[in-house]
């Protein structure tokens, strides 16, 4: 990895919804070394900052495609990039999903509103190896049907994707209504063979942990992705500390039976 921002160019544009944007990028030069899927990159917007942001894509090529939600002044700088512009890249960092552990079980992917997308590389690998694993399933929630991303390829995972659930329905909307943890039910996986996936806000993550636990799929094999604050995303400043930990450094994808008790300390 690196610790300056390596030059990287907007090579393709698109809106998921009306805050969040998807940027397909290519290295000008030599590519940043190989990312696993949950990794993240520090992206910089010249002129702003930068922020950490998990890669979305992993392409053979060297590129990489980052969704972002425009939130900050970082972020709104990252969502008004256009096909041409040039960015700043540095990493890779973190802990990954390790999506190989769970060769010849089930996969289970569970996602809230934009933590899709740090897991959207790990269900196109599952998906592209089939006989590797048993039943995939990807469930996915969020606040409105205005929120939910990657919409089109949620229709070509339509063998994977066992349901969608949102918070607050508008007219339009004809599927479930509720919490993401509801739709568990249907999703056909073996709890003691499974291995689980979930990424989102953390109350999600902790109701969709717990419940797996409960059902039976063993703590070590439910593998969550951590949200804190990182700055420096070398484990120097501190500034994403949970505990014991640095996310930056020893997360983002961590196992819950190493996560559930930092997430349950309050305002820790």
């Avoid at 992917?109 to 399933?137: D, K, T």
């Avoid at 484990?235 to 640095?246: S, Y």
């Amino acid at each position: 990895m690196t610790a300056l921002p390596v030059p990287y160019r907007v090579a393709g544009r698109r809106r998921e919804t009306a805050q969040t944007v998807t940027l397909r990028l290519e290295p000008v030069g030599e590519a940043l070394a190989d990312f696993a899927p949950g990794q993240f990159a520090m992206v910089h917007c010249f002129g702003r900052g930068e922020i950490p942001l998990s890669v979305s894509s992993v392409q053979s090529t060297g590129g990489l495609a980052h969704t972002i939600r425009g939130v900050g002044a970082v972020s709104d700088g990252l969502c008004a990039a256009r096909t041409g512009d040039v960015l700043g890249l540095r990493g890779p960092y973190g802990t990954s999903w390790e999506l190989g552990r769970a060769r010849g079980r089930d996969v289970l992917v569970v996602a809230g509103g934009i933590g899709l997308a740090p897991l959207r590389p790990l269900i196109l690998s599952a998906l592209a190896e089939p006989e590797a694993y048993g039943r995939v399933s990807v469930l996915v929630g969020a606040r409105t049907p205005g929120d939910l991303i990657a919409r089109e390829e949620m229709n070509r995972w339509r063998t994977a994707c066992t349901g969608m659930v949102v918070d607050r329905p508008d007219a339009s909307w004809r599927g479930d209504v509720g919490m993401v943890t509801q739709l568990l039910g249907r999703a056909p996986f073996d709890p003691g063979g499974t291995w689980a996936f979930v990424c989102g806000p953390e109350p999600m993550i902790r109701a969709t942990a717990r419940e797996l636990a409960h059902r039976g799929v063993p703590k070590e094999r439910i593998r969550v992705s951590l949200e804190r604050s990182m700055r420096c995303a070398t484990g120097t400043c501190g500034h994403c500390q949970l505990g014991p930990l640095l996310v930056c450094r020893d997360g983002p994808v961590l196992g819950w039976d190493r996560a559930e008790r930092l997430l349950s300390v309050r305002e820790l």
